[in-house]
T-cell receptor, first 112, second 114 residues
Framework: SQQGEEDPQALSIQEGENATMNCSYKTSINNLQWYRQNSGRGLVHLILIRSNEREKHSGRLRVTLDTSKKSSSLLITASRAADTASYFCATVYGGSQGNLIFGKGTKLSVKP | EAGVVQSPRYKIIEKKQPVAFWCNPISGHNTLYWYRQNLGQGPELLIRYENEEAVDDSQLPKDRFSAERLKGVDSTLKIQPAELGDSAVYLC????????????FGQGTRLTVV
């Protein structure tokens, strides 16, 4: 079963624009992670935010977490064509004792 | 340092045949995951190991799937017999075993059952 649900399923923007993806989850979590997957490749970890954190930055990435709403958002600023990929949120929830559960992903297309 | 290594990268088999996938995690990583990813979907967890122990195999279809992790290092995932619906990418990932850290993924094995 999948814990998280990303929104939107697909997003198409122009280079230089910002991209925002959202993730909702079902049960209480220990942490939430975002991964990127280029077509035909493995997943690459982008950023991790713990349940007691509200916002985190890494380069052009900004992640927020609202545990009261069970939701997170990933913002990519000043997007580049190379950011074209699928983005997944993944949660480690308390009851799983370490299972990393992925959502269905958002497919981002950045047009040059 | 080498990343997570999976083999083979691609496999095409006929239905009802057996197939095996191999994974070599990053050295020192105690936690190993196997995921299945269907086209356009997110990875679905099949099994998680902590060292050599399968601590969660609740999503592994045990009638045809089996996995092992001998000596807590390399792991193999087997399907016997394969069905058409098993066509997917099988991903292996490893982590240090502390659940606040990231997982590192291999390139995956793309299985096509015909």
């Amino acid at each position: 079963s999948q814990q998280g649900e990303e929104d939107p399923q697909a997003l198409s923007i122009q280079e230089g624009e910002n991209a925002t993806m959202n993730c909702s989850y079902k049960t209480s979590i220990n942490n939430l992670q975002w991964y990127r997957q280029n077509s035909g490749r493995g997943l690459v970890h982008l950023i991790l935010i713990r349940s007691n954190e509200r916002e985190k930055h890494s380069g052009r990435l900004r992640v927020t977490l609202d545990t009261s709403k069970k939701s997170s958002s990933l913002l990519i600023t000043a997007s580049r064509a190379a950011d074209t990929a699928s983005y997944f949120c993944a949660t480690v929830y308390g009851g799983s004792q370490g299972n990393l559960i992925f959502g269905k992903g958002t497919k981002l297309s950045v047009k040059p | 340092e080498a990343g997570v290594v999976q083999s083979p990268r691609y496999k095409i088999i006929e239905k009802k045949q057996p197939v095996a996938f191999w994974c070599n995690p990053i050295s020192g990583h105690n936690t190993l995951y196997w995921y299945r990813q269907n086209l356009g979907q997110g990875p679905e967890l099949l099994i998680r190991y902590e060292n050599e122990e399968a601590v969660d195999d609740s999503q592994l279809p045990k009638d045809r799937f089996s996995a092992e992790r001998l000596k807590g290092v390399d792991s193999t995932l087997k399907i016997q017999p394969a069905e058409l619906g098993d066509s997917a990418v099988y991903l292996c990932a490893s982590s240090t075993g502390q659940y606040w850290t990231e997982a590192f993924f291999g390139q995956g094995t793309r299985l096509t059952v015909v």
